[in-house]
T-cell receptor, first 115, second 115 residues
C-alpha cells in the first residue's frame, strides 16, 4: 500500500538555526498538509497546499514557516529561525481530493527537538 | 471555530473487554468525522469515517455512529485485543458549507489492552 514518507525521523537543532523537514506524499495525491503535535497536546493544523500554492494556513504558520514543492515528489516545511517552542512532532499528510469527506494519509512524523 | 473533545486516557482494559472512547464535537453545519489510530512508533492511520448524520463508520471490528443530535462520534469495539493498544484520535473536517478540509483533532486517548 502506498504511504507518505517523512525524513528525518528525528532532527535536533540549535535555537535560531534553520531546519527543513522533508516529505514524499503518495504519488497520485494533489493535496498536501503539515500538522504538528507538541508533546502532550493536540495535533494542530499548520498549512494546506495545492497547485503549488498555500490554500489555507493557521495562526501558528507565521513568517518563520514556509512550504515548498521543489520537484514532482517532495514537499518540504522550512522553519527559518527555530525557537524552543517549535519542538514538536511534525506530521505530513496527503490527500487525493478536496473536500471534507476526503481522508488524509499521514506519514510517521519527524520529531524536532530545539536546544 | 471547530473543536473536538475526547475522553482522557489512558484507558486500560483486559483482552476481550468492550471498548468505548467518547468523542464530542463543536462545529457549525455538517462536518465529516474521523477516527485515526497511532500505533507505537508509527504515524496516524485512518481507522474509520462518517460523512453525514446517522452514518456508521466501521473497520477492523471498530464502529462509530455520527450522532448530530448529541454532536457525538463515540468509538466502540465489542472485544479488544492486545494488538489494539494504541492512541486513538477523533477528528473532524469541514462544517460550514464550502468549508476547507483541514482536520481538527481531539487530544487523543491512549488504550492499553492487557492479557
Amino acid at each position: 500500500e502506498p504511504e507518505v514518507t517523512q525524513t528525518p525521523s528525528h532532527q535536533v537543532t540549535q535555537m535560531g538555526q534553520e531546519v527543513i523537514l522533508r516529505c514524499v506524499p503518495i504519488s497520485n495525491h494533489l493535496y498536501f498538509y503539515w500538522y504538528r503535535q507538541i508533546l502532550g497536546q493536540k495535533v494542530e493544523f499548520l498549512v494546506s497546499f495545492y497547485n503549488n500554492e498555500i490554500s489555507e494556513k493557521s495562526e501558528i504558520f507565521d513568517d518563520q514557516f514556509s512550504v515548498e514543492r521543489p520537484d514532482g515528489s517532495n514537499f518540504t516545511l522550512k522553519i527559518r529561525s527555530t525557537k524552543l517552542e517549535d519542538s514538536a512532532m511534525y506530521f505530513c499528510a496527503s490527500g487525493a481530493g478536496q473536500g471534507k469527506n476526503q481522508p488524509q494519509h499521514f506519514g510517521d512524523g519527524t520529531r524536532l527537538s530545539i536546544l | 471555530g471547530n473543536s473536538v473533545t475526547q475522553m482522557e486516557g489512558p484507558v486500560t482494559l483486559s483482552e476481550e473487554a468492550f471498548l468505548t472512547i467518547n468523542c464530542t464535537y463543536t462545529a457549525t453545519g455538517y462536518p465529516s468525522l474521523f477516527w485515526y489510530v497511532q500505533y507505537p512508533g508509527e504515524g496516524l492511520q485512518l481507522l474509520l469515517k462518517a460523512t453525514k448524520a446517522d452514518d456508521k463508520g466501521s473497520n477492523k471490528g471498530f464502529e462509530a455512529t455520527y450522532r448530530k443530535e448529541t454532536t457525538s462520534f463515540h468509538l466502540e469495539k465489542g472485544s479488544v485485543q492486545v494488538s489494539d493498544s494504541a492512541v486513538y484520535f477523533c477528528a473532524l473536517s469541514g462544517g460550514l458549507t464550502g468549508g476547507g478540509n483541514k482536520l481538527t483533532f481531539g487530544t487523543g486517548t491512549q488504550l492499553k489492552v492487557e492479557l
